[in-house]
């Protein structure tokens, strides 16, 4: 057994008995771990609402070689990200970018750049950035910092170079640019060159510089459903804190 002190992200937290709690969270070190929180249902005093979701918090696990599960013994709270909390479309931008580190990183893989990742994004919600605009920033990085890039740099079909000027188009289960000649398949979306190269700096900027970055209006229509029909696809599942966008009107 290995006593470990973490600073990490509460990703979701559930009942798991009648007195315990069952804890999903990602640290910088370990990646995604899920751990037991003896008696967190029935002493409020012990946790005292540190485990819910979102929060940034310092835990100390105990490391189980014969169980998936760890055990968490304490939990001491940094970062409680109030402000958009009180907010209903930047919590559900930030329930979002839980829910796809949640679903994206394997358990127990270290992706300290994923970590920081997701707690700018979060730090940028709380000080009030335009949540659509941070999400897909977080969304084009998070692809990135998984291994599923999408090709923006010529058609995946001929590997013609894209030219400003012309129609490009995005294939989501190619993961790619496709040129106009190329333009067949399911789930194809129209793309335009400065929403390309928009994306491309999005990949490649420092992340210190990356929120800089805005999707104006013609990026925003061209990614909204791209970008995330695109975590989706390598997901082949369903996002549920979507459900919550949608009926917010924050997302189409
Ligand atoms: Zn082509």
Not at 26 to 41: D, E, H, P, V, W
Not at 46 to 56: A, D, G, N, Q, Y
Request: charged share 25%; hydrophobic share 35%.
């Amino acid at each position: 057994m290995a006593i470990r002190r973490a600073e990490a992200i509460i990703l979701r937290s559930r009942d798991y008995s009648e007195s315990d709690r069952l804890i999903t969270f990602f640290t910088r070190s370990q990646g995604q771990l899920t751990g037991i929180a003896k008696g967190a249902r029935r002493s409020k005093k012990r946790f005292v609402h540190t485990l819910e979701p979102l929060s940034h918090v310092s835990l100390t696990y105990v490391d189980r070689p014969t169980s998936g599960l760890v055990r968490i013994d304490a939990s001491e709270l940094k970062n409680a990200f109030t402000s958009l909390r009180s907010d209903i479309a930047r919590l559900g931008y930030a329930s979002l970018g839980c829910e796809v580190v949640l679903e994206m990183s394997p358990e127990r893989q270290a992706n300290p750049s994923l970590f920081v990742l997701l707690y700018h994004y979060l730090e940028h919600l709380e000080h009030g950035a335009d949540p659509e605009n941070s999400s897909l920033l977080f969304q084009t990085r998070v692809l990135s910092l998984c291994g599923y890039a999408p090709n923006l740099q010529a058609c995946v079909r001929c590997g013609q170079e894209m030219v400003a000027g012309e129609d490009w188009f995005f294939s989501v289960p190619q993961g790619g640019l496709l040129c106009r000649p190329h333009r067949r398949g399911p789930e194809i979306y129209p793309i335009s060159p400065g929403t390309v190269m928009l994306l491309r700096q999005a990949q490649q900027l420092p992340l210190t510089r990356v929120w800089r970055l805005r999707f104006q209006r013609q990026s925003r229509e061209e990614c909204r459903s791209l970008l995330i029909n695109l975590i989706r696809h390598h997901l082949e599942k369903d996002l549920k804190s979507l459900k919550l966008l949608h009926q917010i009107g924050a997302m189409q």
